[in-house]
């Protein structure tokens, strides 16, 4: 006597079909080909580096011209103390304008997505900062700020910009059926910020921390550059500017390698973590 | 889940002529639920979507908007369901107050799923912006997701849906809160044939089932004649009801109604007055 329930179901589609696993010479080829793409960059890698010592040992060039790979390494190790130091510093530089650039960005985001008229009046001070050469300003910052405050405000304003731009894009680009489905159901402004439209704009946003990670790198060296002074504070650029002043050309290169290899890394994690908030729905994170 | 396991309030409660209301008390059958007078939309970019639209919608209808691509079926629907103002005109609620109106639900063109949620959480939404907790939620989305016949796939994410599934969870999104007046727009437009029927059959029966009031949006002649209890034919430039059709069928119906004059009948007076309204604008 119970009533007889409709059910909606379409005759084709009654449960997911889990794809069925290529064979084994399939299998196989894909190794060999995830195993090529793995090894034929690093051995390139290898060969470009090889070469450099080649070309610095056949013809006998002074390190202070130009100092062979296995020199720079040993330099590396040698001068490590002081420039662990210095990389401490220039990673900490980094890492508090990160942390700066990504709250400041996202909330003036947030003030932008409340009201266009907003968005319109401060945009062009965001877009000002951005196009200035970071060269340019910090001299003057270093007028103003004492060098560790300048080359820390430098490199918050290159970062700053590319998660303001992200997230402002993002938080507009809710699906609009999505945004009158909460006004149907008489959702607030504060219910629609944190149910849809901040997790529309998480994508964007991680884009945008992606970026900011690198120029944060290259705003800090631009400032420590400029800066130029020694003390206490001086970062892996300041140690370059130094080194070429005393002719130190293997610190210049090992120190130089601590920059791109710190870039690296920095990349590696945002990437990573974009990648774990992302891989459950967004395209871009999706295996293929 | 069986018919058994699911909470018996929603049948048993409720009086077989009645259609319940966010204000608790029932419009009686065959009484309008909600009536558009004289009601005008224009577009700020001056596209005059709808021209002094009149509609009634009872309760306990199931009515259809059948017209051309671009006559405003779309605007209508949104301006009934408050996402959008009217230019011209009123929207008359049998409460007197568009704050009391009936519950609504609303199914899009698309399926229109938050991509990054499960379908649990997708069907959760509306609830949970009624500030239910999820634990209370629960039986009312797993009742949503088996009348829609997904009962298993409350943790799939929406990616992993074919395009009909991800319709059906749109639909128990709008179930999930017991809606007297359900809008749907075009819902099947982009499904093939044998699963447009198939939903079609299951749409009507949960009708009768959650004793709901429906308006639907089709270019479908056949759709419309087979579903409705009344079809308001739509033609374009401006857009407007051009024709109304009364079909004097009990739904549920079956398969074998296409083939009764009934059908016949309001397939044959759809297709004439939307070619009368084409052949008048030729005239022009
Ligand atoms: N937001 C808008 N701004 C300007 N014009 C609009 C807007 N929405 C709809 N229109 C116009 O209003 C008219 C009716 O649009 P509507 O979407 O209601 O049509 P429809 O009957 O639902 O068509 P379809 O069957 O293709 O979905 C169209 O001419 C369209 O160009
Ligand atoms: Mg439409």
Request: one cysteine or more; a positive charge; aromatic letters at 6%.
């Amino acid at each position: 006597m119970s009533p007889e329930i409709p059910h909606i179901t379409a005759p084709e589609d009654e449960g997911l079909t889990i794809g069925t696993s290529p064979g084994d010479g399939r299998r196989e080829g894909i190794i060999k080909a995830r195993l090529v793409g793995v090894v034929l960059p690093i051995l390139v890698f290898a060969i470009a580096i090889g070469l450099w010592e080649l070309i610095v040992r056949v013809n006998g060039i002074e390190p202070f011209i130009l100092p062979a790979p296995s020199l720079v390494i040993s330099t590396l190790i040698k001068d490590w103390g002081t420039l662990s130091l210095s990389l401490l510093v220039t990673l900490r530089t980094m890492a508090i304008a990160l942390l700066l650039a990504t709250l400041g960005g996202v909330g003036i985001a947030v003030i932008f997505a409340q009201s266009r008229l907003i968005e319109r009046s401060l945009y062009p001070f965001a877009v000002i900062l951005q196009v200035t050469p970071i060269v340019a300003i910090a001299p003057l910052l270093l007028v103003y700020l004492d060098s560790g405050t300048a080359i820390l405000v430098c490199a918050f304003i290159v970062a700053f910009f590319p998660i303001l731009s992200n997230t402002t894009l993002g938080l507009a680009s809710t699906d609009p059926n999505l945004r009158d489905l909460f006004k149907l159901y008489g959702a607030g402004r504060w219910r629609e910020l944190v149910l849809l439209r901040a997790p529309s704009a998480l994508p964007y946003f991680l884009g945008g921390v992606r970026i900011a990670g690198g120029l944060a790198l290259i705003g800090a060296v631009v400032a420590e550059i400029a800066a130029g002074s020694a003390g206490h504070g001086s970062g892996l650029a300041y140690r370059i500017v130094e080194s070429g002043y005393r002719l130190n050309i293997p610190r210049m290169f090992a120190a130089l390698l601590l920059i791109s290899l710190t870039g690296i890394f920095i990349y590696a994690i945002l990437a990573l973590v974009s990648h774990l908030l992302l891989r459950r729905w967004h395209e871009s994170a999706l295996d293929r | 889940m069986s018919a058994s396991a699911l909470p018996s309030t929603r049948s048993a409660a409720r009086k077989p002529d009645a259609v319940s209301r966010a204000a608790g008390e029932a419009v009686q059958k065959g009484a309008p639920l909600v009536t558009l007078l004289d009601v005008s939309k224009e577009f700020p970019n001056g596209v005059t979507a709808l021209a002094r639209l009149e509609l009634c919608v009872r309760a306990g209808d199931f009515l259809s908007l059948l017209g051309p691509s671009g006559c405003g079926k779309s605007t209508a629907l949104r301006l009934i369901a408050g996402l959008e103002p009217t230019t011209a005109g009123r929207i008359e609620w049998a409460t007197g107050d568009a704050k009391l109106r009936p519950r609504i639900g609303f199914v899009f063109q698309e399926p229109t799923l938050m991509p990054w949620a499960s379908v649990e959480m997708n069907v959760f939404l509306p609830l949970r912006l009624a500030g239910w907790s999820l634990r209370d939620a629960r039986p009312r989305i797993e009742e949503a997701l088996s009348l829609v016949g997904l009962p298993d796939f409350r943790k799939a994410m929406p990616r992993e849906l074919s395009g009909g599934m991800k319709m059906r969870v749109s639909i128990a999104r709008a179930l999930v809160t017991r809606p007297s007046l359900l809008l749907m727009d075009e819902p099947f437009a982009a499904l093939d044939e044998i699963t447009r029927f198939k939903l079609n059959d299951d749409l009507m029966r949960l009708k009768q089932e959650m004793g709901c009031t429906v308006v639907f949006v089709t270019h479908s002649i056949y759709e419309s004649a087979y579903l409705s209890t009344r079809i308001a034919v739509m033609a374009a430039r401006p857009g407007r009801i051009i024709a109304e059709i009364d079909i004097d069928a009990a739904l549920p119906r079956e398969e074998h109604f296409r083939r009764e004059s009934a059908y016949l009948q309001a397939c044959a007076n759809a297709a004439d007055a939307l070619h009368g309204a084409m052949d008048a604008r030729d005239h022009l």
